[in-house]
């Protein structure tokens, strides 16, 4: 079993900086953030490995960054320049022995 506690989100206007933070009750070699909008499926933003291995899905890539501490099992993501689009809901989310664990989710919101 898996715990993930996320901290951050929040409401900003578009151009502005957030971030988030999730907490894993135990080690864990790939994590990373998916985003869901209302009505829309669950998607991949970013992952990063223990290892430091890192993938961003294209609209995001030079705007967010995910970093982890692997000493407390941590992993952030900033998000600059963020857009309207970028509305969402936040998971963070643990691959462990196969299965994917999900924290409760952050509400990010971007005013234009």
């Known amino acids: 079993q898996v715990q993930l506690v996320e901290s951050g989100g929040g409401l900003v206007q578009a151009g502005e900086s957030l971030r988030l933070s999730c907490a894993a009750s135990?080690?864990?070699?790939?994590m990373g953030w998916y985003r869901q909008t209302p009505g829309g499926q669950r998607d991949l933003v970013a992952t990063?490995?223990?290892?430091?291995?890192?993938d961003y899905v294209d609209s995001v890539r030079g705007r967010f960054t995910i970093s982890r501490d692997n000493a407390k099992n941590t992993m952030a993501m900033q998000m600059n320049s963020l857009v309207p689009e970028d509305t969402a809901v936040y998971y963070c989310?643990?691959?462990?022995?196969?299965?994917?664990?999900w924290g409760h989710g952050t509400q990010v919101t971007v005013s234009s």
């Open positions: 135990r080690t864990i070699v790939k």
């Open positions: 990063r490995t223990i290892s430091g291995i890192t």
């Open positions: 989310y643990a691959l462990y022995l196969g299965k994917k664990y």
